[in-house]
C-alpha cells in the first residue's frame, strides 16, 4: 500500500474462486474486506448467519484475525464503510475487479456493486490491483507449504481409491462419489469446479459430468475407456489439482501414444521450472513434446495456483479436429473465440516458493490422454507433490 500510495484496499472475495478476502482474514465469508493502511480491517460479510458462525467458532476455541464484523458485502455496505473510515476522495487499491479462475473470466465483484461504489463515491481514486496482489499471494511461506504437501497427500490417496474402484461395469457417479468421499473425510475442501470427470474411448469433454445437470444416467465404464478426471483438493485455503488418467485394458494405441506425449511434457516442464526462469519460457518448453508428435490440446499445460491467474495458452490446434470432422463446422464458436494466452502476463519471474499445476494434455483426432499434478518451485529445482497422476495408469 506504500510502495502503491494506497491509502486503503478493498479486497473482494465474493463467490469468487480464488476468495481474496481468506488471504487477509484468514476466514471464507464470501464477503469484502476494507483494509486500511493504518488502522482495523473491517470485514463485510454478506449475510448474518456467516458472523454467527465465526462467533460459534469462536466459542469452541477458534480464533480470528478480524474484529470488525458488518453485514453488507453490497454496493451500499461497501459505501458506508468507506465514508465511516474517511475514505470519501482517498487513493484506493482494489482486488477483484480482475480474474482468470476456472468460470471466472472477468472478475468476480458485480457490476451492480462496483456501479454504486463509482457513483456514490466520485472523488475517490480507485486502481485494480488484483494482479499485483497475486503475485504477492504466489510465493509460499513455510506454512503454507505445509498445508500445500498435506492438500496433494490428500489429492494422492484420492487419486488411488479411484484406481481401486474403477472396472468395467462401474458407473461415472460411483467413481464421483468415491474421490469426493475420500477428499472430503479427509478434512479437505474440494474447490470449485469441484471434480471434472470425463470418460469413454474419445475423452475430448471436459467439466463436471453432465448428470450432474441434466436428467440422465451416469454412464458405465467400458473395456478400453478411458477414465479422467481433474481434482482440486483445498486444505486450509491450498488447493492443489491433480489429473487423473485411468486406461481400461485393452488401451486403445492412439490412448496409450497420448499418455506418453503427455508425460514428455511433463517431463520437460520439471526440467524448466526454475528460479529465474519467466512463465513463457517454462509454458513453451512443455508445448514442444506435444507440438512435435502433432498433437493439439484443448486445456492449458501449466497454470499457477494459490491463486490461479497465469495461465498457459489452451485450445492450440483445435482446427485439425474440424478439419477431421465435415460437418463439426456448425460450432462456429471455435473459430470465432480468439486463442488465449497466459492471462496474469508471460513475464511472470519464477520464485522459490511459487506452486503451478501441471496439466498436460494431448489430443489426437476425439482422442485425449491429460495427466498432470502439483509442483513447488525450490531453491535449486521443483518438489512433485504428486506421484500416481503423473502417468496414466492401466487396470
Not at 458472523?51 to 458485502?73: C, F, H, K, P, Q
Not at 458506508?80 to 475514505?87: D, N, S
Not at 518448453?285 to 489452451?314: D, K
Not at 506452486?355 to 498432470?372: L, M, Q, S, T, Y
Request: hydrophobic content about 40%; glycine content about 10%; some cysteine.
Amino acid at each position: 500500500m506504500t510502495a502503491g500510495g494506497f491509502d486503503c484496499l478493498i479486497v473482494a472475495g465474493l463467490r469468487g474462486r480464488e476468495q481474496f478476502d481468506g488471504y487477509v482474514t484468514n476466514d471464507s465469508c464470501e464477503g469484502i474486506v476494507v483494509f486500511p493502511q493504518e488502522g482495523q480491517p473491517t470485514y463485510l460479510a454478506w449475510a448474518t448467519s456467516r458472523i454467527t458462525r465465526y462467533m460459534d467458532n469462536l466459542e469452541r476455541g477458534g480464533t480470528s484475525w478480524i474484529d470488525d464484523w458488518r453485514v453488507g458485502a453490497t454496493g451500499p455496505g461497501l459505501v458506508a464503510i468507506l465514508r465511516e473510515k474517511g475514505f470519501d476522495s482517498a487513493t484506493i487499491g482494489v482486488v477483484g475487479l480482475e480474474s482468470q479462475a476456472p468460470g471466472e473470466p472477468e472478475g468476480c465483484i458485480a457490476y451492480k456493486t462496483w456501479h454504486h461504489v463509482l457513483e456514490h463515491l466520485p472523488n475517490a481514486t480507485f486502481v485494480d490491483v488484483s494482479r499485483q496482489f497475486a503475485e504477492l499471494m504466489l510465493v509460499k511461506s513455510k506454512e503454507e507449504l505445509a498445508l500445500l504437501r498435506h492438500s496433494a497427500r490428500i489429492g494422492e490417496m484420492a487419486c488411488e481409491a479411484m484406481v481401486t474402484v474403477t472396472k468395467p461395469g462401474t458407473t461415472e457417479s460411483e467413481i464421483y462419489a468415491t474421490v469426493i468421499k475420500t477428499i472430503f473425510s479427509n478434512g479437505a475442501n474440494a474447490i470449485w469446479p469441484i471434480l471434472n470427470l470425463q470418460t469413454g474411448v474419445h475423452n475430448l469433454g471436459w467439466g463436471p459430468p453432465m448428470w450432474l445437470y441434466r436428467a440422465q444416467p451416469p454412464p458405465v465404464v467400458q473395456k478400453g475407456d478411458i477414465v479422467q478426471t481433474e481434482m482440486f483438493p483445498c486444505y486450509g485455503g491450498m488447493e492443489t489439482q491433480q489429473q487423473m488418467s485411468i486406461a481400461l485394458k485393452p488401451v486403445h494405441p492412439i490412448n496409450q501414444e497420448l499418455a506418453e506425449v503427455a508425460r514428455h511434457s511433463y517431463e520437460a516442464g520439471l526440467q524448466a521450472l526454475r528460479p529465474g526462469k519467466k512463465f513463457r519460457e517454462v509454458a513453451r518448453a512443455m508445448e514442444v513434446p506435444i507440438t512435435e508428435a502433432g498433437c493439439w490440446r484443448v486445456t492449458p499445460l501449466i497454470h499457477t495456483l494459490n491463486p490461479l491467474l497465469w495461465v498457459g495458452p489452451s485450445r492450440i490446434g483445435i482446427d485439425q479436429l474440424i478439419a477431421q470432422l465435415p460437418g463439426i463446422e456448425k460450432y462456429k464458436w471455435t473459430q470465432r473465440v480468439p486463442l488465449t494466452a497466459p492471462v496474469g502476463g508471460e513475464d511472470l519471474v519464477v520464485k522459490p516458493g511459487m506452486v503451478f499445476a501441471f496439466e498436460p494434455n494431448a489430443c489426437r483426432g476425439k482422442h485425449r490422454v491429460n495427466i498432470g499434478g502439483t509442483v513447488v518451485v525450490t531453491e535449486d529445482g521443483v518438489e512433485e507433490l504428486n506421484k500416481l497422476p503423473t502417468e496414466m495408469q492401466a487396470v
